[in-house]
């Protein structure tokens, strides 16, 4: 058995653990591929699309975990992130093929809450990554591999506002700051999104600035403040799609990008930042500096994302690992299939820009 593997995710691991293991082996699942007499386990993956890059370089890491561990994994998803009930499907029916254990990045953490019960029920165990699923009914989801997404969005505002922040103190009138978040269903979004406005409020209000947050009512309506709209020194204006589609976010964003105290926007993931540098291809507003036009903060990588960020279209972004995710996701379910403690496991996000995008630390995390 490949117990290295197991150490290496042992040492990355950040909370409590559980220990408990498979209801069985590879040996006796017929697998929705070819069997293996090689493979220890038969392991089932939904992922959430397969419309970006992100996803793409996950489902590398998978691959190259499935090639290190000898498991067979069989990998599907939907088309986009916004097929929520195919997803739910494509889980069930996984469910159904009765597999040693499934990676699940839930594409809605409440949709699939009885599918999750199910799974449980059947003794199959499920590791969650990407994104976690806070209400899982007790004992159904055995680890979650995600990005701390609270402080992936903190770090987002606090880049962004050491740009724009002379500009909003001398501000004589109300600026505008913009955010598009593909869903307000996702828990990674969600914390993504709530990080980043927390975290741009709390900056304004150090600097003597009143806020008032509105638009997308999931996000505006967890944050309590006294101002309004009308009377707000500063407004943060949260917008979510009607779908995950870069045009789709393209039209949502590009409302806020038109109004004329709009200083900044934050695309909280690859689908929106590049919705983000869809909508400037009409409005070319995209700047270095507020004093010049609005200035734009992205998310994830991804070819169009990174060269925005080298040419100074945007003034950075920030990134996650999807590979490193998918790797650790089934190393983790490997390990717990040989009895091995398991914890959830929090990856990292960083910062880059035109400055260090090339860096030796940096550009290797950055899929195309």
Known sequence: MKKRAVAILTAACMSAGVLTGCSGTGGGIVSAGDS???????????????QSTYWQAAIQGIVEAEEELEAEIDITGPNTESEIGEQVYM?????????????????????????????????????????????????????TVATDNDAAGAMAAENMYKVIRDHVKEAEAQVRIGEVNQDSSSANITARGMGFIRKMKELLEADGKSVAVVGDQYYAGQIESSENEKTADVVIETVVPMQTTVELSAEAVGEIMRKEDTIAVFGSNQVTAEGILA???????????????IVGVGFDAGFTVKTAVADGTLIGAVAQAPGDQGSLAVQVLYAYCEGEEVQDIETDSFWYDAGNINDSHIAPKLYD
């Open 279 to 293: 909508a400037d291809e009409e409005l070319n507003v995209l700047a270095s500096s507020p004093e010049d036009g």
């Open 36 to 50: 293996s007499d090689n493979s220890d386990y038969h392991f089932m993956v939904i992922v959430k699309s397969y």
């Open 91 to 143: 889980l069930d029916y996984a469910i159904s093929q009765e597999p040693d254990g499934i990676i699940l990045a839930a594409n809605d953490q409440n949709a699939v809450l009885e599918s999750l019960r199910d799974a449980r029920d059947a003794g199959i165990p499920v590791v969650c990554f990407d994104t976690g699923v806070p209400e899982a009914p007790e004992g159904s989801v055995v680890a």
